[in-house]
């Protein structure tokens, strides 16, 4: 299991226990994380799923496909360390993630 | 305005439940028009996850989301439905009564429609276009911003913004450029998603001075009573640049909402509208729900629902169309008058 904490727009922390091979979007729509709407499911199509990767973790979350930029031009309040994170995978490496979620997805 | 079409059933939404609706319809002699906000048909299927596949079609191991729309069409063929794409049915009027049903039903864009049932098969509601979270746009929607454009001369000889980088922020920015007295393009990143071509005569524009390209994020507006004066455009590196702007066109893709379905005097129950689980008729005779729109115990929001839901509806839907007539079970396989409808025999 990986550790990944969510911070809301107003600051609150919940940390939650991802399973490998998930992505940052499921494990947080399983643990009913706020702020997170998800409409498309994981298809990269909605932008719904815009987070804020903690300024650590960047590197190693890597950058957004061409795709995943598209749909970024359809989110709020982007910035440099925007990812959709439905298009995160879970992996050992990114135990201790934490990433903040903006107050409105659509 | 047009004159109001006659017609059995009108379809308020065509993903795939409404669509296979059309033939079980067709099977019983009953004509259907389907009228949807988007300006495909499909539905989530084609909006959402043209390409993503599904695993749970009966008798399909796997099939994309615009494949399974396709052969909805090419199933759906002979009965040759009409479609109204890009019209969002607004009012539904109740004109007749149980016995003998009618319906009237507008859409925004004009058009209106009489028939003798209706079918909402909305999903999870209308695709409606985002409004970007600029603090007090709402005061301006309709008299300076717009999510759409409906009538080109609103821009005529105004400082227009258009927000976006897809297909529909370039097309109207190469389209209201020779109206508007200034046009600007704002957008996040100097890479675009619409076509290249359109980028090419967009970049064009801008090397010859006649349209404007900002790189940032609009944050905040400015003006009074509804007229829009000013917007303040932020960059990647912090700055704020305030323009002129009379008129903003902000493109940020759609998202799924109730919308009108709310005010057709149907009961709702959490955003969904319950029906009979035999029939799949509403609180109001010859109104029937299916697909994602529904609720009944036991209901699950799948594809394959939809479908059972849209043949047992037809069902019922055959006595309000056809009053005192007696319907017969019949197979595809076997019935010849099934195939002829068809077109196969
Ligand atoms: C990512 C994702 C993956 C999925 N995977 C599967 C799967 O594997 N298997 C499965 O069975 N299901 C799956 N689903 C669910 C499936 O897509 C839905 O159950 C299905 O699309 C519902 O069909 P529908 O026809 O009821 O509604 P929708 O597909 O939602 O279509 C409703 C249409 O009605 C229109 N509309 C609504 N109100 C109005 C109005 N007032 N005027 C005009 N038009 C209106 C809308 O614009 C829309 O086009 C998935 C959904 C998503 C998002
Ligand atoms: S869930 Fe839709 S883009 Fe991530």
Redesign the pocket.
């Known amino acids: 299991m990986v550790k990944i904490t969510y911070i809301d727009s107003s600051g609150e922390a919940r940390t939650i226990e991802a399973q490998e091979g998930s992505t940052v979007?499921e494990a947080a729509i399983r643990n009913g994380i706020p702020e997170i709407a998800?409409?498309?499911?994981?298809?990269?199509?909605?932008?719904?799923?815009h987070v804020y990767v903690g300024e650590k973790w960047v590197a190693l979350t890597g950058k957004a496909s061409d795709q995943e930029e598209d749909?970024l031009d359809f989110a709020y309040k982007v910035q440099p360390n925007s990812r959709?994170?439905?298009?995160i995978k879970v992996t050992p490496e990114l135990d201790g993630l934490t990433v903040t979620t903006p107050d409105r997805q659509g | 305005m047009s004159e109001s079409i006659k017609t059995d059933v009108v379809i308020v939404g065509a993903g795939p439940a409404g669509l296979f609706a059309v033939f079980e319809l067709g099977l019983l002699d009953i004509k259907a028009h389907l009228i949807d906000i988007l300006p495909k048909p499909g539905g989530q299927c084609a909006e959402l996850y043209p390409e993503k596949p599904i695993y749970d079609i009966p008798g399909f191991a796997k099939l994309s989301g615009q494949e399974l729309v396709d052969a909805l069409l090419r199933q759906i063929e002979p009965f040759h439905p009409t479609f109204h794409y890009g019209e969002m049915v607004e009012s539904l009027e109740v004109l007749g009564s149980a016995d003998a049903p009618l319906f009237r039903i507008r859409a925004d864009g004009g058009q209106s429609f009489e028939c003798k049932a209706v079918i909402v098969a909305a999903g999870g509601g209308s695709f409606q276009p985002k409004k970007p979270p600029v603090p007090g746009i709402e005061a301006y929607e309709g008299k300076s911003v717009f999510y759409a454009v409906r009538k080109i001369e609103d821009f005529r000889g105004k400082h227009v913004v258009i927000v976006g980088g897809g297909d529909s922020a370039l097309d109207w920015t190469l389209n209201l450029q020779p109206v508007a007295k200034h046009l600007t393009l704002v957008h996040r990143r100097d890479e675009f998603r619409g076509a290249p071509h359109s980028v090419k005569a967009m970049r064009e524009l801008v090397t010859a001075g006649r349209m404007e390209l900002r790189l940032g994020q609009i944050s905040s507006l400015k003006g009074e009573a509804g007229e829009l004066a000013s917007v303040t455009v932020k960059d990647a590196s912090g700055g704020s640049h305030e323009i002129p702007c009379q008129r903003l066109i902000p493109f940020f893709g759609l998202t799924m909402k109730l919308g009108p379905v709310a005010e057709w005097g149907l009961n709702l129950h959490e955003n969904l509208v319950p029906v009979d689980a035999g029939t799949f008729e509403t609180n109001v005779p010859s109104i029937f729900a299916i697909g994602d729109i529904n609720h009944y115990p036991g209901k699950l929001k799948l594809i394959l629902c939809g479908f059972h839901e849209g043949a047992l509806a037809a069902q019922k839907i055959y006595h309000y169309v056809y009053p005192g007539k007696r319907l017969t079970f019949q197979y595809t396989t076997s019935s010849s008058s099934l195939q002829k409808k068809l077109g196969v025999n």
């Open positions: 979007m998800a409409e498309c499911g994981g298809g990269c199509a909605c932008a719904t799923c749909m959709l994170c439905c298009q």
